[in-house]
């Protein structure tokens, strides 16, 4: 656009082409936006078991909370990053495939801390444990 070293005679030849490509690469963004939004949508209404007053009941992922206490079996998907309280393993150990978060599709070998094992030593021992886990975290 400076006249002594253009080509162009300084006129702004480069829009057109510029603009072109901001407008495919705008659309093409909005549309994997909205197909993200969908699957966000599909995620988030996913069911799974949240402990309230001493019982496990079916919610949606949307409807969880920082310190909610879950229940995850065998095979199911995790809502979000979570802290391992108990296993059904002796030893505190679990796997879990995390694809969804990182993309790969091994298992990662994950243990919860001895001391939660011991405080939590069955299913009745976590329910017990909602309400003081409620005043710690509120």
């Known amino acids: 656009m400076v006249p002594p070293i253009t080509q162009t005679a300084g006129k702004p030849l480069i829009y057109l082409p510029l603009t072109l490509v901001i407008t495919i690469s705008a659309i093409k963004d909005l549309f994997e936006d909205l197909e993200r939004r969908k699957d966000d949508t599909r995620e988030n209404h996913s069911q799974t078991l949240k402990l309230t007053d001493k019982s496990f009941v079916?919610?949606?992922?949307?409807?969880?909370?920082?310190?909610?206490?879950i229940k995850v079996e065998e095979g199911e998907y995790i809502p979000a990053d979570i802290v391992l309280l108990k296993t059904s393993e002796k030893k505190g150990s679990c796997a879990i495939e995390t694809k969804n978060l990182d993309?790969?599709?091994?298992?990662k070998a994950k243990t919860t801390d001895k001391k939660l094992m011991d405080f939590f030593k069955s299913e009745d021992d976590v329910?017990?444990?909602?309400?003081?886990?409620?005043i710690s975290i509120t």
Not at 103 to 107: F, P, V, W
Not at 127 to 134: A, E, G, H, T, V
């Open 58 to 69: 079916q919610c949606q992922w949307k409807d969880l909370k920082v310190g909610d206490i």
């Open 103 to 107: 993309g790969e599709t091994n298992l």
């Open 127 to 134: 329910k017990k444990s909602n309400i003081l886990f409620r």
